[in-house]
């Protein structure tokens, strides 16, 4: 059968003039063979099919039973563990670049190489299983143990073995979850999430069978590292960190130890009845009791006492007693609030504080006011004239700097300061939640016009534009009847000294602040992408509940001096400039709830003025 030098590699040949080629491909109808230069009988038998690579034309894949990757200059041949398919191979050609890790074998053993001939790990094991599409780490196999490698790094993990378990998403044996960077293996005999970094979290020797980390809802998976006991999420990321002595599940609830002392918590991580008891255990019939200084205390399936005690009145003085009007607790209280997660607020020598069934001063007497510690861990408390949240321990969870609060609905409460309220539920997060908008009137001495005002948190600002002469300044089309409801529009140059005695430009910290009281996220204030707030634009804008009212009054073009975009856009000047002859502003849009912040507006473009007083 006549022979042809294979025609895709002509392209080739410009590119090895200057290093001789030792092997050639010659191409029959079928198959393909590799020959030296000697004419000699070929290197090895026919392959069906070569692949060249684009990116080192010195080398091609030959593919048969197993594949081979081939040295055309040094002739050297390398059997290869990999599947074409895997090596991303397409129609003539193999994409693969000095980026690329390719298993390689040899003697029934594997080892890695990054392409084309550098050789990473030895060929000396059992297995190499890639993981992830872009080859970020590998599992290695010797005997019965495995073990993570990271060919950027060089480092390896502790060695594991396979867990043998059920209803789990299983690559190759592992229960490898690229979006978690996760595994289900087993360490030193122990059922172990395993992270792609290394990191090793020992589960309960009743997970042998497994865990399924694509489990919906899966919070709180309890583990332990370095001796010490906390919890994880199906997403490896620790919920609760590792301070507990002891942990016992019990469904979704969990007795845990701390300090020598025993709680429950709940699926939420909330402590529903806190580390301070001697002993605390399950039964039958009352859920769970608990021991403290010898004295019992028995909880139904709230964490709540079982059998409440109803508060009694002697001389003046409050206690507890059961409902035979059995005193259980001295009448030696000032003022009493009920049992309630396990503890109760009580007043005495003027200050209040807590205690526990037994009569047992949880939390020192130390507060102005208190009120019931609600079921997720945090209760309300006055000190130094403003209320804050602290936990069982009496630590401030949030800061006594709220001017009031309010029970709105069971287990939610608005939290009042600077004329802001605050919502605060069951999830432990304070987020904002309106303002209590204060308008008032005054008038510019200047030319007598008068203005509405809004005091936001601690700002006051002009609740309407601009509308005071200067130059540089212009009505929208140059007619003053615009200015009776836009005010005018202002180069930046202009705008910085327009304001009114007591008042100035805002800066771009003075927006900040009053983005940030209406809730804007820490991390967005100092962004410049067109995705920036969530409802802060609506609350500003007119009739929004923050009083500011902006309306959309359009610009004057810095560059053509022609006018725009009245009603569909406005864009208001900060004081604080950027690069040179640039200023940040603020935009927004009728139909849009985001608040732009640029960084790029051309000082000469004439724009609206909102005034913050000094």
């Not at 845990?256 to 039958?284: A, H, M, R, W």
């Not at 983005?515 to 804008?541: C, F, H, I, V």
């Not at 608040?595 to 909102?610: G, I, M």
């Amino acid at each position: 059968m006549k022979k042809i030098i294979l025609s895709l590699f002509i392209l080739m040949a410009s590119t090895l003039t200057s290093k001789a080629q030792k092997i050639e491909i010659l191409k029959d109808k079928d198959s393909f063979s590799l020959i030296d230069n000697s004419g000699k009988t070929p290197v090895t038998s026919q392959y069906p099919d070569l692949y060249r690579c684009s990116y080192s034309p010195g080398y091609v894949i030959a593919e048969k039973e197993i594949p081979s990757l081939v040295n055309l200059i040094t002739g050297n041949i390398i059997e290869l563990a990999e599947t074409t398919e895997y090596l991303k191979i397409n129609s003539d050609t193999s994409f693969l670049d000095d980026k690329d890790y390719i298993r390689f074998q040899s003697k029934k053993k594997i080892g890695l190489l990054k392409f084309p001939e550098k050789i990473i790990l030895q060929a000396e094991y059992d297995e190499i299983i890639p993981q992830a599409d872009n080859r970020s780490f590998f599992i290695v196999k010797k005997g019965k143990n495995y073990q993570m490698y990271n060919p950027i790094t060089s480092k390896f993990s502790k060695p594991f073995q396979i867990a043998k378990s059920t209803n789990l998403n299983l690559d190759n044996g592992l229960c490898y979850l690229p979006e978690k960077e996760a595994f289900f293996v087993m360490a030193d005999g122990n059922p172990t999430v395993m992270k792609t970094d290394g990191t090793q979290y020992t589960l309960d020797k009743s997970y042998n069978h497994g865990v399924d980390l694509n489990e919906e809802g899966l919070s709180m998976i309890p583990c332990m590292q370095n001796g010490k006991y906390g919890f994880i999420d199906a997403f490896a990321n620790i919920v609760i960190p590792f301070k507990y002595e002891e942990i016992k599940a019990f469904d979704n609830i969990y007795i845990v130890k701390l300090n020598g002392k025993y709680g429950l918590i709940d699926q939420s991580t909330n402590e529903i009845i806190p580390c301070v008891f001697d002993k605390l255990v399950f039964d039958k019939e009352a859920f769970m009791i608990g021991t403290k200084e010898g004295k019992t205390v028995v909880f139904n399936e709230g964490g709540y006492l079982s059998d409440q005690l109803m508060i009694i009145i002697e001389n003046n003085k409050y206690g507890f007693a059961t409902e035979d009007q059995k005193i259980k607790i001295a009448c030696d209280y000032d003022a009493a609030l009920n049992f309630n997660t396990s503890c109760a607020a009580v007043k005495k020598d003027g200050k209040w504080g807590f205690i526990l069934p037994t009569g047992y001063k949880l939390i020192d007497f130390q507060f102005q006011d208190a009120k019931s510690f609600e079921y997720f861990g945090l209760a309300p408390v006055k000190l130094n004239k403003k209320w804050g949240f602290i936990d069982y321990y009496g630590k401030f969870v949030f800061d006594p700097t709220y001017d009031s609060i309010q029970n709105i609905e069971e287990h939610t409460y608005h939290l009042f300061k600077d004329g802001v309220i605050y919502t605060l539920n069951t999830d432990k997060k304070i987020t904002f939640f309106s303002v209590l908008t204060q308008k008032e009137n005054f008038t510019d001495l200047r030319d007598g016009k008068s203005y509405q005002s809004v005091k936001i948190g601690n700002q006051t600002w002009m609740a309407q534009n601009l509308n005071f002469k200067t130059d540089e300044s212009y009505y929208y089309e140059n007619k003053a009847e615009n200015g009776i409801n836009h005010g005018l529009l202002y180069t930046w140059k202009a705008a910085l000294t327009a304001c009114p005695a007591g008042w100035h430009l805002p800066t771009d910290g003075d927006w900040q602040i009053l983005e940030k009281t209406l809730g804007m996220p820490e991390e967005e204030l100092n962004s410049t992408d067109y995705n920036r707030g969530s409802k802060q634009a609506t609350m500003l804008k007119l009739g929004g509940s923050s009083g500011l009212d902006i309306i959309m009054s359009g610009f004057r073009h810095g560059y053509d001096n022609n006018f725009y975009k009245l009603d569909d856009v406005c864009i208001i000047w900060s004081s604080t400039p950027t690069n040179e002859g640039f200023a940040y502003t603020r935009s927004f849009f009728p139909n849009s709830d985001i608040v732009n912040r640029d960084a790029n507006t051309y000082v000469k473009y004439a724009l609206p003025v909102r005034c913050i007083r000094d």
